[in-house]
């Protein structure tokens, strides 16, 4: 496979990932998952790896033509993804569990609280056309309930929202049982900052992802992207694919999990 001139390294990198994202596939399609007899941690962890899963098909596909600005900002999801799902081993109990959910119940309470606000001021949002002030209060009464009762029952699981402190979270708790493993506070402040900065468009790396200076200080405008980005993506790509994948296959003590270190 050599679809645009690549070198060597990056039509192998290619060549890797596309196998593992395959051998993804034919793991997850034939993973025979009785709902009944999971709960909740695994329920989050198999929505993780869905979306993990999604984001590396995307970078894959991405990749194959050359498009690397758009695989910082799933890049930048995949990460994050993947310290989502590791935080909710992190933990004796589940207070890993109930941080994310816990996070996630406050966006959905500060998006319900925005929209009432615009209700108020009689702003003209479609997507409020049909929502009384009085249902959107009910609404955020339900969640601060929900909230309320979360943080009495797992007090620590505040503690596990946002990824940086999630991230913080599991080396320590790798430490404390003797794990060998790569700090995730490390790949937060590195890969995660990197592909944000990218994502988020801050001046520096806007100028320099997608703009360059050609001859005579004539500004060029890069679409599709700098072809010598291809393998570092890649590498990075194919790293946090198959850290989530492990996870997937022995959680779920998948029949597969011994044919991964085929892929590696």
Request: charged share 30%.
């Amino acid at each position: 496979m050599n679809l645009l001139n690549l070198t060597d390294e990056q039509s192998k990198a290619l060549d890797q990932l596309c196998k593992i994202v395959n051998f993804g596939a034919d793991c997850l399609e034939n993973s025979k998952i009785d709902r009944k007899k999971i709960r909740i941690r695994k329920k989050l962890f198999l929505l993780m790896m869905s979306a993990a899963h999604n984001y590396t098909e995307g970078i894959y596909e991405l990749c194959k033509q050359s498009r690397t600005h758009s695989c910082f900002v799933l890049m930048r999801s995949l990460i994050e993804n993947r310290i989502n799902a590791k935080s909710l081993f992190a933990s004796k109990g589940l207070d890993g569990v109930y941080g994310y959910l816990l996070e996630s119940y406050n966006e959905e309470k500060k998006m319900l609280e925005r929209m009432l606000e615009l209700k108020k001021r009689r702003l003209c949002v479609p997507m409020l056309k049909n929502l009384s002030e009085k249902h959107l209060n009910k609404k955020i009464k339900s969640f601060d309930k929900i909230i309320n009762t979360i943080k009495k029952k797992y007090p620590e699981s505040i503690s596990f929202q946002k990824a940086y402190n999630r991230a913080e979270k599991i080396d320590e708790f790798n430490r404390i049982k003797k794990y060998r493993s790569e700090s995730l506070k490390v790949e937060y402040e590195s890969f995660y900052r990197l592909y944000s900065s990218n994502s988020h468009l801050t001046l520096r790396h806007g100028l320099d992802t997608f703009i360059s200076v050609g001859e005579d200080d004539i500004l060029e405008i890069l679409l599709s992207g700098d072809v010598n980005d291809l393998e570092r993506i890649l590498q990075h790509t194919f790293y946090f694919y198959q850290d989530i994948l492990r996870m997937f296959l022995i959680h779920f003590k998948s029949p597969f999990r011994k044919e991964l270190k085929n892929y590696l």
